[in-house]
């Protein structure tokens, strides 16, 4: 029986067929940034040609292609979402095509400002991507946006009875019984009460983390009352003020659970107080603020999602890559593993 050798085609050999070099090809089979769209397809139509890879692979990776992506974030004192905004645009000026991204700030909160902001900025847009607001518009809006051919991607806060393309971010339910077991862990008194803080029950996340939190909390700790929720609408003033009348009435108070963000104003609110190192105060956003306080012992965890993971997400959406939604991990912090700055 006669055996041949049959070798598998390398990257030199797509390099030669497509007539560039074999740090373009390598650029290209490794999804990396820096190649225009036309060498793009060159490139993988030559690793078809020589076997390199199937056809199947070369319509998946070509195909849909959308070139302008926008970022809808709220505008407020929330730092998380500042931070990301900002995380966002940096990336978005190293953006090259086939993708072209850009973020802007819209009014926290409002439903008819984010419907406004959705039409206008989705008229020009292939994809659009944004934290979404439960009400009914925002769902009119988005089946407009997915019936004219638009990718709609919400982010960090789901409207999953929406024709939404797919939801990027953490499991918020699983965040709020995070939270809740950890807390019923470190309050250690026989009674008590825990606040929950929330920047408004418009988002469905807030609204899931708070109902895990009640549920594990009413399950495992039943002897910590819960009051709340104290709405802040992610101001740090807010938190503030609302933070002091909860420690002036409740001198049984043992925990803060902060669902949304700007937790600086409960945090100011506690060192004031001086009972910081008395209530367990817990948050989202790994952020400036929230970093400070951990260390300082003012704060003992937060839960946090890495605007790296949110952003790489929401364009492997738009390049087609993923097509579902994709979950980002939830990542957990103190003051002892707190990752570099």
Known sequence: MMVFDVKRPLIPDIAAAAGVSTATVDRVLNRRPGVRKATLARVLKAAVEVGYLEEEELNRRLGPTFARVVFLLP???????TGLNGYV???????????????????????EALVQALRRYGRLADVVVFMAIEHPKVRQVIDELTGAGKRVVTIISDLPTSSRSAYIG???????????????????????????????RAYRAHMEREMGFLALVEESFPHLGVIGPQEGHDNRDENYVNTCRLLERHPDLVGIYNVGGSSDGIGR???????ERQVCFMGHGLTPDTRAMLVDGIMDMVITQSPAAIYSCAIEVASGDVLNSSAVAMEIYFSENLPPT
């Not at 505008?75 to 979402?81: A, I």
Request: charged share 20%.
């Open 89 to 111: 645009r940096e990336m978005a000026q190293q953006s090259v095509e086939p993708l072209k991204v850009s973020s802007h700030f819209i009014e926290s909160f409002n439903p």
């Open 269 to 275: 609110a506690l060192r004031e107080s001086g009972r």
């Open 170 to 200: 953490i499991d918020n339910f699983a965040a709020g019984r995070t939270a809740a077991r950890v807390m019923g862990r470190f309050c250690t008194a026989p009674k008590g009460k825990l606040a929950l803080v929330a920047a408004s």
């Open 75 to 81: 505008q407020g004192t929330n730092p998380y979402l």
